[in-house]
């Protein structure tokens, strides 16, 4: 007996209604995922805190700044007297180990002539070096010597070196996170719920400190050493983080 086999068919106007239905399947699958999502949103709760941090440290880099200034008829003449002043000064400078000394600013000007006060033409010539220390007391000997030889003292301050503030912000951001978590902790505590998961991080240092100025030490070299205390200074890192709790 011969056994015909058997076809299913459907019918052209079924297909249609047959495609929608399972599309129509996919969209509450879809639904139903969203739905869960959104519930699983609805049951967690975002903590925004924000920390600081403050580290206190004495600073560990004296600069001095020092200019000479020449005047003469001509450019030439100033600049000569000026190059030779900074030359002597930069050379007395190197001759000291621990030091760094760097030229700055070089300024020439012409300044016109003042009859009202009998007051001829002149150039002018300007330039600053910058002499810093990790130790003061190499570098404060040489304050009476250098302007012994007519420069002036504009500047002599405290400050961080670039090392030393990386350590300390480094320091003072780990203390804000710190505080972070702890605070994390005890809201989550107080409002029933877990922390789950962190989720951003921001942290930012606040500005460098301001150099400290001194006194401006004495123009005689026979003088003593000026003094120049170093006064702790404060490093600063905000921490800003968001937390996610849940039941």
Same mark, same amino acid.
């Given at each position: 007996?011969?056994?015909?086999?058997?076809?299913?068919?459907?019918?052209?106007?079924?297909?249609?209604?047959?495609?929608?239905?399972?599309?129509?399947?996919?969209?509450?699958?879809?639904?139903?995922?969203?739905?869960?999502?959104?519930?699983?949103?609805?049951?967690?709760?975002?903590?925004?805190?924000?920390?600081?941090?403050?580290?206190?440290?004495?600073?560990? $880099?004296?600069?001095?700044?020092?200019?000479?200034?020449?005047?003469?008829?001509?450019?030439?003449?100033?600049?000569?007297?000026?190059?030779?002043?900074?030359?002597?000064?930069?050379?007395?400078?190197?001759?000291?180990?621990?030091?760094?000394?760097?030229? $700055?600013?070089?300024?020439?000007?012409?300044?016109?002539?003042?009859?009202?006060?009998?007051?001829?033409?002149?150039?002018?010539?300007?330039?600053?070096?910058?002499?810093?220390?990790?130790?003061?007391?190499?570098?404060?000997?040489?304050?009476?010597?250098?302007?012994?030889?007519?420069?002036?003292?504009?500047?002599?301050?405290?400050?961080?070196?670039?090392?030393?503030?990386?350590?300390?912000?480094?320091?003072?951001?780990?203390?804000?996170?710190? $505080?972070?978590?702890?605070?994390?902790?005890?809201?989550?505590?107080?409002?029933?719920?877990?922390?789950?998961?962190? $989720?951003?991080?921001?942290?930012?240092?606040?500005?460098?400190?301001?150099?400290?100025?001194?006194?401006?030490?004495?123009?005689?070299?026979?003088?003593?050493?000026?003094?120049?205390?170093?006064?702790?200074?404060?490093?600063?890192?905000?921490?800003?983080?968001?937390?996610?709790?849940?039941?």
């Amino acid at each position: 007996m011969i056994q015909t086999p058997v076809r299913t068919h459907v019918r052209p106007f079924l297909l249609p209604l047959l495609i929608g239905a399972i599309a129509m399947a996919g969209i509450t699958q879809a639904h139903a995922a969203d739905s869960a999502a959104m519930a699983a949103d609805t049951a967690t709760t975002k903590l925004r805190l924000s920390a600081t941090g403050t580290v206190h440290a004495p600073p560990d $880099e004296l600069t001095a700044v020092f200019f000479a200034e020449a005047s003469a008829p001509t450019a030439a003449a100033a600049q000569g007297q000026v190059n030779a002043q900074v030359d002597k000064a930069m050379g007395i400078a190197h001759g000291v180990a621990g030091l760094t000394v760097n030229a $700055e600013s070089y300024t020439v000007h012409h300044q016109e002539a003042d009859p009202r006060i009998s007051h001829p033409s002149q150039w002018i010539a300007r330039q600053s070096i910058r002499i810093s220390a990790t130790d003061g007391t190499i570098l404060l000997p040489l304050l009476g010597r250098i302007q012994s030889d007519n420069l002036a003292l504009s500047r002599l301050d405290w400050s961080l070196s670039r090392a030393h503030r990386t350590a300390l912000v480094q320091q003072a951001e780990g203390l804000a996170l710190h $505080e972070l978590q702890q605070r994390a902790q005890a809201a989550a505590t107080a409002l029933g719920l877990k922390i789950a998961r962190i $989720e951003s991080v921001n942290l930012n240092d606040q500005d460098m400190p301001s150099p400290m100025p001194m006194m401006m030490a004495a123009r005689a070299a026979s003088m003593s050493a000026p003094q120049a205390p170093a006064a702790d200074q404060d490093v600063t890192a905000q921490a800003d983080a968001t937390f996610i709790l849940h039941p």
